[in-house]
């Protein structure tokens, strides 16, 4: 899929691109981040099509009818609903899902619940859709093989096995990084775009007639001719669109000039003259209907093709990888996951992260698809569904932003919504149909997904107010100290809490326990903004308490990661002096307890407590040196 927000699909080389590189040169980076997904659809959308259609894809109607709706959905659904509109909806400059709805809570002014959900729900359908799109896109390439010349050997048998070594070696080479290859990622996919769009022009000769095509007349008639059939052949069509909330989703790395400008003058012109060669060739050539993009190619060139289709799907997968490690990373800093091993592949390219846990997940949920659908129609039939919900949440999302944050009259905001929301809810309607041949997957992954983010959220959320209410108010703690004063131990102490107005669980189990004060105490809180990045000098605030306590506040980006002892370093700027090394980071621990009669349900708080427990340590996710840290531990019920 791609993604999305998307991440999602925040792709590979992309956060390398610095505002100093040439516009045409984040245009053509673009190409290989953005569009990989989208420019992959030829292998199979027109295929799947046709072979739907009442007359198996042999009558002239059928054929100008599935040319005309994929034409005809690129524009409404790529160009003018992404590229025109939904692109100025940006979060300073970040796009996808998770970045809308953060712009959505910040258009609001108050936290809310159903525009909290829409992110869960969009968040989770880009992980379902992520498992298929490797899948789906490797192996229609490596579908090549079948039909290739080899000394009159079939090579059908071998297609499984090669797209799982193809992609079992993508997935092991994640922890090394991209960085090095990803620079040759654009001008590979630029090459794949300008070869889809030479096939096309080599066959539309085969019968001119298809340009009749562009006119949509011929979708709405072939859609009335097949009756209900038509419906369902809209699913087949939006397999053309896959991928298009990449454009929004990679918006900030790349910018939105070089994005529209690379989708307007090379990838849109590519991809609809090579679909009008695929229905001009079946025209001419009935008999190609059954595999239309590999018919197209000369016997001369079909290694060369299947060599580079190959690679093109390769580097689509890569772009969904690399997309669903940046929406994980959003979704921690969101506080929508518990803290997970995120680590940088690269010192210089901020985006380069691998996350092993999303990987593993990625890899074997990839391999169970692949030896259980063992070709690219029946994948194509779980392929869809994801993606028109992720497309429905954005639009939804857009209403908010268009009515709360650009203060457009309801009429216009609803009337921009139901457009586009009319849309998504007939390709939705049609993908739904595909529910018993698979669709039911991405649904099921989705629909676990967003029960362990609520689970988790809401567990946090009840162990916060546990805490607060167990807990003492910090300025009364600090007059009970005057009046009783410890033991003074010499150096700083830094306790983490999440609520820096009350006591931190640690500080307390300290003053119980080794009934001892530093002579400087700090505490601690990390938050993180709704924007996708924290400038430096907004990233500290100091809050002197009284001479025994001050209060720091650290605000990260849910795009950033989180490195306390380098942002501690500009609290020397503000006046705020330690040395690291004499420095004692005390952080609590919590033991969870689950109980029926608090918060959540039992099998819930079963969950929340296996989350917690496999959480990263924070230590290593707060980048802090583990000789200077002290665990003190507390039970909980939750």
């Keep these: 899929m791609a993604d999305q927000a998307g991440a999602a699909a925040d ?17 053509l980076g673009s190409v290989g981040v953005v ?35 994929v034409i005809w959905a690129l524009i409404l659904i790529v160009t003018i609903k992404y590229v025109v509109f939904l692109m100025r909806a940006d979060n300073k400059g970040e796009g996808g899902t998770l970045a809308l709805m953060a712009l959505a809570q910040r258009a609001l002014g ?11 729900f969009g968040a989770a359908l880009f992980y379902g859709d992520g498992i298929i799109t490797p899948a789906v896109s490797v192996l229609s390439a490596i579908e090549g093989l079948k039909d290739a010349p080899v000394l009159g050997r079939s090579l059908a048998p071998f297609v499984v096995p090669i797209s799982a070594g193809i992609l079992v070696g993508l997935f092991m080479v994640q922890s090394r990084g991209t960085a090095r290859v990803a620079r040759y990622f654009g001008p590979i996919t630029a090459i ?20 009749r095509a562009l006119s949509p007349t011929y979708g ?6 097949n009756g209900f059939l038509g419906f369902v052949i809209l699913g087949s069509v939006f397999l053309a669109v896959t991928g298009a909330e990449a454009l929004y989703a990679d918006m900030g790395h790349f910018g939105k000039g070089p994005i529209r400008s690379a989708w307007l003058v090379l990838v849109l012109p590519s991809l609809m003259l090579n679909y009008l060669g695929q229905g001009a060739l079946v025209l001419a050539h009935p008999d190609a209907r059954h595999n239309p993009f590999f018919d197209m190619i000369p016997e001369a060139a079909y290694w060369p093709v299947l060599l580079l289709a190959t690679t093109a799907t390769v580097i689509a997968s890569q772009a969904v990888i690399t997309g669903a490690f940046s929406m994980t990373q ?10 997970i091993d995120i680590r940088r592949t690269s010192e210089t390219q901020a985006g380069q992260i691998f996350v092993p846990r999303v990987n593993t997940f990625l890899m074997v949920g990839v391999l169970v698809l692949l030896f259980t659908f063992r070709n690219s129609s029946n994948l194509a039939a779980a392929y869809g569904i994801a993606v028109t919900g992720a497309m429905f949440i954005d639009t ?79 300025l009364e703690l600090s007059e009970i100290l005057k009046a009783r004063a410890p033991h003074r131990a010499p150096g700083t102490a830094i306790f983490l809490t999440s609520d820096p107005d009350v006591a931190p669980v640690a500080l307390m189990h300290n003053l119980k326990h080794n009934k001892v004060l530093h002579e400087k105490n700090v505490i601690l809180t990390v938050r993180t903004a709704e924007t996708p990045r924290v ?43 330690f040395d690291i090394m004499a420095t004692s980071f005390f952080l609590g621990r919590r033991s969870v307890v689950p109980s029926a009669q608090s918060g959540m349900p039992l099998w819930q708080d079963r969950i929340f407590i296996y989350l917690m427990k496999n959480a990263a340590n924070p230590t290593d996710f707060y980048k802090i040196p583990p000789g200077r840290v002290v665990e003190m531990g507390a039970q909980v019920t939750v």
């Excluded at 709405?220 to 001719?225: C, G, H, K, R, S």
């Excluded at 959003?330 to 506080?335: D, H, K, R």
């Design 192 to 211: 794949w775009f300008l070869t889809l769009a030479g096939l096309g022009l080599l066959h539309i000769a085969d019968d001119l007639s298809i340009f």
């Design 396 to 474: 939804l999302l857009f209403y908010v932003i268009v009515r709360h944050m650009w203060k457009r009259p309801v009429w216009q905001a609803a009337l921009a919504a139901a457009g586009f929301g009319v849309l998504d809810l007939v390709f939705i309607s049609s993908n739904l149909l595909k529910i018993p041949q698979g669709a039911w997957l991405p649904l099921v992954l989705g629909a676990g997904l967003v029960i362990v983010m609520w689970t988790w959220t809401r567990g946090a959320q009840i162990l916060a107010e546990k805490t607060r209410r167990d807990s003492v108010p910090l």
């Design 110 to 120: 108050q936290r809310s619940t159903i525009v909290f959900f829409l992110g869960v």
């Design 35 to 69: 569009f990989g997904d989208i420019g992959t659809s030829p292998l199979y959308a027109m295929r799947e099509a046709l072979a739907h259609s009442r007359s198996g894809g042999t009558s002239e109607l059928a054929v100008l009818g599935v040319v005309s709706l």
């Design 330 to 339: 959003q979704a921690v800093q969101l506080g929508l996951f518990p803290r």
């Design 220 to 225: 709405v008639l072939f859609l009335i001719d």
């Design 535 to 577: 400038k430096e000098e907004d990233r500290i605030k100091i809050e002197p308490v009284n001479d025994d306590f001050k209060k720091v506040s650290i605000t990260y980006g849910f795009m950033e990661s989180p490195n306390i002892p380098k942002a501690l370093g500009l609290c020397r700027k503000l006046g705020l002096k």
């Design 11 to 27: 792709a590979t080389d992309e956060t390398a691109h610095s505002p100093k590189e040439g516009f045409w040169a984040l245009a």
